[in-house]
């Protein structure tokens, strides 16, 4: 072998992506190898307006959803946010591997093809917004990290001037479940340039829902008359241990 076919042979070996779980080389452009992806802990069955799992074959929406009002029609989330997701996502937010984001968007852009065979998409991809303090520190907003592989594939165009948060609230994550809603009360505010009448808001996490139901509350007071809610992952009580 000629030190030439050397040096191709091994810069072909050393430029295959490693799985980012069991560091094995991966088999396909994905950063996860497909053992390890067919054991990622996918969201089955779930509420269809919520997304919080459902036990039942049979029903669409969990009870909350049939008893209480939403700001929105639909979530689609992909995973239960527990090991490895949540793992993926804190690297994506605190160490700025934006591959996981990408390779997030790219699952997630697969779920929702599925999900609309026979529907139609909504116009427009809202990434839920960073306060312009948190955007400054962490350099990027997760949330569009996430929507571009998604805008490509769909073919649809992300939009980053409607919505913006004014308010620099806390990490809903840190807060107690009764000071989440009070926490994130008017921190967005709308500016609509057209009329929409059918948007996506785009979430890294849902947790208890709150961040997205203000944001979407706010989006139908001004006009918005449909809004499906996307995330790469949903907080369930199995995620809590």
């Known amino acids: 072998m000629t030190f030439l076919q050397s040096l191709i042979r091994y810069l072909s070996q050393a430029s295959r992506i490693r799985c980012f779980i069991c560091h094995d080389h991966c088999t396909d452009a994905y950063p996860i190898c497909l053992e390890c992806k067919q054991n990622l802990p996918f969201l089955l069955k779930s ?121 620099a609230t806390a990490p809903q994550s840190q807060l107690p479940k009764n000071k989440r809603r009070r926490n994130i009360k008017d921190a967005f505010r709308v500016q609509l340039t057209s009329d929409l009448e059918h948007i996506a808001v785009l979430d890294d996490v849902i947790t208890t829902g709150v961040t997205v139901h203000e944001l979407c509350s706010q989006l139908k007071i001004n006009g918005i008359q449909r809004i499906d809610v996307w995330a790469v992952a949903k907080r369930t009580l199995a995620s809590h241990g």
């Open 47 to 167: 509420c269809e307006q919520c997304a919080a799992p459902l036990e039942s074959k049979v029903d669409n929406r969990c009870g909350h959803c049939l008893t209480h009002v939403k700001s929105y029609e639909r979530t689609i989330a992909l995973f239960d946010y527990q090991p490895p997701i949540n793992s993926f996502i804190i690297q994506l937010k605190f160490a700025q591997r934006l591959a996981l984001g990408s390779f997030l968007g790219e699952l997630l852009a697969t779920k929702l093809i599925e999900s609309y065979q026979q529907q139609a998409l909504p116009t427009c991809i809202l990434p839920v917004p960073l306060h312009a303090s948190r955007l400054k520190e962490r350099g990027f907003n997760q949330a569009v990290v996430i929507a571009k592989p998604i805008a490509k594939q769909l073919n649809i165009p992300i939009a980053h001037h409607i919505i913006h948060r004014i308010k």
